[in-house]
């Protein structure tokens, strides 16, 4: 069984912030599948559908961000899942907008979503797939920066972006993440 695990923040105010490109990316998975969140439980929602090779599960945290390993942790104790079968999709300042980064490992880089996660699991050896928000080009707070929502220029390349990681992770429901990353760091 495998993991999708998109990070964002719950509720109407928070649709369409950078923070919340995991839920995106999440969302364009369950669109394309015509799959639904139908679970609540372990503070998210989430549903487990049968793929070509395995069981996948993709979850969307309710805790807030910061919060974020509080929901992931019991669920992948309850469904057993190893955190190499695990996939963390988070926005990331450092990348620009609209990179789509994979990596196997690595510290939290000062995500507090990120951070929460790497508590909770107690190991940074976990699948993350890195989405490029940028950094802002006008002095402002990273707080409302990444609360912020997308522009208008922004959107073309943040859709983009938004299918490629969805793409990306399907092609890992069916095979390795070091293929995937191979194919997709490009």
């Known amino acids: ?9 719950p509720g109407k105010k928070y649709e369409s912030t950078r923070h919340n490109v995991g839920f995106m990316v ?8 015509q799959w639904k969140l139908s679970k609540n439980k372990f503070h998210g929602l989430f549903t487990v559908e049968n793929t070509q090779q395995d069981k996948i599960i993709l979850l969307e945290p309710q805790t807030y961000m910061n919060l974020s390993g509080e ?6 104790d309850f469904y ?3 955190a190499e079968d695990l996939v963390v999709i988070y926005d990331d300042l450092d990348l620009p907008l609209g990179r789509v980064r994979l990596r196997q490992t690595g510290g939290h880089g000062g995500h507090n ?6 508590d909770h699991l107690g190991t940074k ?3 993350r797939l890195r989405f490029g928000i940028g950094r802002p080009d006008v002095p402002m707070s990273v707080i409302d920066y990444v609360l912020g929502k ?3 220029e922004e959107e073309p390349v943040l859709q983009d972006a938004v299918t490629h990681a ?7 429901m069916d095979k390795p993440f070091s293929i995937v990353m191979n194919d997709y760091n490009k």
Do not use: H, T, Y
Request: with cysteine.
């Open 125 to 127: 050896r976990f699948n």
């Open 26 to 33: 999440v969302e364009e998975i369950l669109r394309r599948n």
């Open 113 to 118: 979503g990120v951070r929460s996660v790497i």
């Open 71 to 76: 929901s992931i942790r019991p669920l992948m």
């Open 150 to 152: 997308f522009s208008k």
């Open 166 to 172: 969805a793409d990306a992770m399907e092609v890992w």
């Open 1 to 9: 069984m495998k993991c999708i695990v998109g990070l964002g923040n």
């Open 80 to 82: 057993q899942i190893d």
